[in-house]
């Protein structure tokens, strides 16, 4: 009721403030979800390279060559986003500097747990001197179930987003034919609500109301397909920002704004 006297009273004003919003969340969600995009899959590929190494090092090691020359020889091997990290590692092993101190800060550049884990794990099993081969295969055998599962829930979130993007499709379907026929027609047959005179007025607040759910459903169903997805928010700032711009697109071509 709050909601129907506001917008009654200040219709025009009401909903540039709501056009200015969206436009200045559309340039900020489209953006910064791009960036965000882009940094999730260096991210994600660094981690899924990372059963390689591991394998790769116990391959090298089970003949008996130690770690450090190990990481060496893998270093000109290619494992996407994490080669700048194998490689700067080497560069120090080669330098003199111990296994123990190259590797303390691997994996922080690329900000992922998985990665910083799997450094520790092989400065352990170098620490221990015995069977770094079993070790490094037990743990790449462990980390690739881990992507596995990853990968399985990824692929059943995108079935949610996909029923979500589906039931945003048929409420703008359903606004789209409010907007362009129904309401214009109780409009032009002076339709007033509690009986009164305005009808104008009042289909316009009902109109304004709808447009205002089509723009907030469009923009939280991208953030919620993020939450969905990996359990960030971020994540969903490119699919809310393009949602938001296809809503106000509509709008402007129906003449709403």
Same mark, same amino acid.
């Given at each position: 009721?709050?909601?129907?006297?506001?917008?009654?009273?200040?219709?025009?004003?009401?909903?540039?403030?709501?056009?200015?919003?969206?436009?200045?969340?559309?340039?900020?969600?489209?953006?910064?979800?791009?960036?965000?995009?882009?940094?999730?899959?260096?991210?994600?590929?660094?981690?899924?390279?990372?059963?390689?190494?591991?394998?790769?090092?116990?391959?090298?090691?089970?003949?008996?060559?130690?770690?450090?020359?190990?990481?060496?020889?893998?270093?000109?091997?290619?494992?996407?986003?994490?080669?700048?990290?194998?490689?700067?590692?080497?560069?120090?092993?080669?330098?003199?500097?111990?296994?123990?101190?190259?590797?303390?800060?691997? +994996?922080?550049?690329?900000?992922?747990?998985? !990665?910083? %884990?799997? *450094?520790? #794990?092989?400065?352990? /099993?170098?620490? &221990? $001197?015995?069977?770094?081969?079993?070790?490094?295969?037990?743990?790449?055998?462990?980390?690739?179930?881990?992507?596995?599962?990853?990968?399985?829930?990824?692929?059943?979130?995108?079935?949610?987003?996909?029923?979500?993007?589906?039931?945003?499709?048929?409420?703008?379907?359903?606004?789209?034919?409010?907007?362009?026929?129904?309401?214009?027609?109780?409009?032009?047959?002076?339709?007033?609500?509690?009986?009164?005179?305005?009808?104008?007025?009042?289909?316009?607040?009902?109109?304004?109301?709808?447009?205002?759910?089509?723009?907030?459903?469009? +923009?939280?169903?991208?953030?919620?397909?993020? !939450?969905? %997805?990996? *359990?960030? #928010?971020?994540?969903? /700032?490119?699919? &809310? $920002?393009?949602?938001?711009?296809?809503?106000?697109?509509?709008?402007?071509?129906?003449?709403?704004?």
């Amino acid at each position: 009721m709050v909601l129907y006297i506001i917008l009654s009273i200040s219709y025009d004003i009401q909903f540039n403030y709501l056009l200015i919003f969206s436009v200045f969340f559309i340039i900020i969600f489209i953006p910064y979800g791009f960036f965000d995009n882009v940094e999730m899959k260096r991210y994600y590929e660094a981690e899924r390279r990372v059963p390689d190494f591991l394998r790769d090092l116990a391959e090298y090691t089970t003949f008996g060559m130690p770690i450090s020359q190990a990481i060496v020889r893998a270093s000109f091997s290619d494992y996407g986003p994490l080669s700048d990290e194998i490689k700067r590692v080497a560069a120090l092993i080669s330098w003199g500097l111990p296994v123990e101190q190259a590797l303390g800060d691997f +994996g922080v550049s690329i900000e992922s747990d998985n !990665v910083i %884990r799997a *450094g520790k #794990i092989i400065v352990k /099993a170098s620490e &221990s $001197g015995s069977n770094i081969s079993d070790v490094m295969t037990m743990v790449s055998e462990f980390t690739s179930q881990m992507q596995l599962l990853r990968n399985q829930r990824f692929s059943e979130m995108k079935n949610y987003t996909m029923v979500m993007l589906i039931s945003f499709g048929v409420f703008l379907f359903v606004i789209l034919a409010l907007d362009i026929d129904f309401l214009p027609q109780l409009a032009g047959g002076g339709f007033s609500l509690g009986g009164g005179s305005g009808g104008g007025s009042n289909i316009a607040t009902i109109e304004q109301i709808f447009n205002i759910g089509m723009i907030v459903q469009g +923009g939280g169903t991208g953030i919620i397909s993020g !939450v969905l %997805r990996d *359990g960030r #928010i971020s994540s969903g /700032a490119l699919l &809310s $920002g393009i949602m938001l711009a296809v809503s106000i697109a509509i709008l402007f071509v129906i003449g709403v704004v």
